[in-house]
């Protein structure tokens, strides 16, 4: 069905109170995984996010609106410029609504806020601005919840169990499947040696990137995409966080601009030293990346053999603080040869 972006934003102000529709569009970059629209009324301008996920999924949906909160309460601090978040009649920040295609979707608002995507690499300037803006959310975020522990694996499904299927259906060949059963469970081992750190686990953003910000008419630098905020250990974030603004994910980390991104302190009983976050995430991406050129030039060998050290920082601790469920692993000879 061809999506209907106007039914679409009638049915969004009416649940969001905006007023008479005036103009809607898509925005954003292409690719992400969630639509964006710019929605203009007579209250003013909003950005309108789509969700692509089921709503049937809960779990999913209560996790979206634990991070709303976690938004809202960073939002009302005062200490950081963010998107205002918009709430609908009923007083809440998320709305299940018949999407463009008619389907029911999630749906969250916020005030429009004008700015531009931050080119890249960035400078020093801004790596600095960006580690003091994730200090602060850790801050905020020890407050607003915490946790002795936590889980990184945050998925149902079990990963080489996926392997051996997509194998069985013919969509991965015996190399490019061994390789990433090889990247896998050095992951795991990765992602166990995570859970060990010691120290509380605290709500954190979870996606602390150049990709996720603005720069604003007053050069200022504003974190977006809220919708992720889970619970995860502070120091696993702040490696995941300088390797990104490193530019990891682009290509070779730069360590000036990790170490810059890194330097700011910790929260309040949550102290390490900022030199050791950068030189335990710069020996996560050596190890991957090795391992990856050992194991298999490959494009897929590759691309899972250097993400290990992001494997750190993607832990989705459930709201109300369980692990997900665990499915039995099968293990490497369960791959068909």
């Not at 629209?37 to 209560?62: C, H, I, M, N, P």
């Not at 976690?70 to 709305?95: I, K, N, S």
């Amino acid at each position: 069905m061809r999506p209907n972006g106007v039914a679409f934003a009638e049915r969004v102000s009416a649940a969001f109170d905006l007023g008479p529709v005036l103009n809607i569009r898509v925005v954003g970059p292409p690719g992400t995984a969630n639509r964006v629209w710019r929605l203009d009324a007579t209250q003013g301008a909003f950005a309108v996010k789509e969700f692509r996920y089921t709503t049937t999924d809960t779990r999913w949906v209560s996790a979206i609106r634990r991070a709303c909160e976690f938004e809202y309460t960073v939002w009302r601090a005062g200490r950081l410029q963010l998107a205002e978040p918009v709430f609908d009649a009923h007083g809440a920040m998320l709305q299940l609504l018949r999407g463009p295609c008619e389907t029911e979707i999630v749906v969250r608002v916020h005030r429009w806020l004008d700015g531009t995507r931050l080119s890249q690499p960035v400078t020093a300037q801004v790596a600095a601005a960006a580690g003091s803006i994730l200090a602060e959310i850790q801050q905020i975020g020890a407050d607003f919840d915490s946790a002795a522990g936590g889980s990184l694996r945050w998925w149902r499904w079990d990963p080489l169990g996926v392997v051996a299927r997509l194998q069985h259906a013919g969509w991965l060949d015996t190399g490019v499947a061994s390789s990433c059963v090889s990247a896998l469970v050095a992951t795991l081992k990765l992602l166990e040696a995570g859970e060990k750190t010691p120290g509380p686990w605290i709500f954190c953003h979870y996606d602390h990137k150049p990709d996720n910000c603005l720069r604003t008419t007053t050069r200022d630098v504003v974190l977006l995409d809220w919708d992720g905020s889970a619970r995860c250990h502070p120091r696993l974030e702040a490696v995941e966080s300088a390797l990104l603004w490193a530019g990891m994910d682009k290509g070779a980390p730069n360590p000036d601009l990790a170490t810059t991104t890194s330097r700011q302190p910790p929260p309040r009983r949550l102290r390490w030293r900022p030199s050791s976050i950068w030189g335990r995430g710069w020996t996560t991406y050596r190890s991957g990346q090795a391992g990856s050129d050992a194991r298999d030039s490959s494009p897929a060998a590759t691309a899972l053999g250097r993400r290990p050290a992001v494997a750190l920082a993607w832990p989705r601790q459930p709201h109300d603080g369980r692990p997900m469920p665990d499915n039995p692993s099968l293990p490497p000879s369960a791959i068909r040869r």
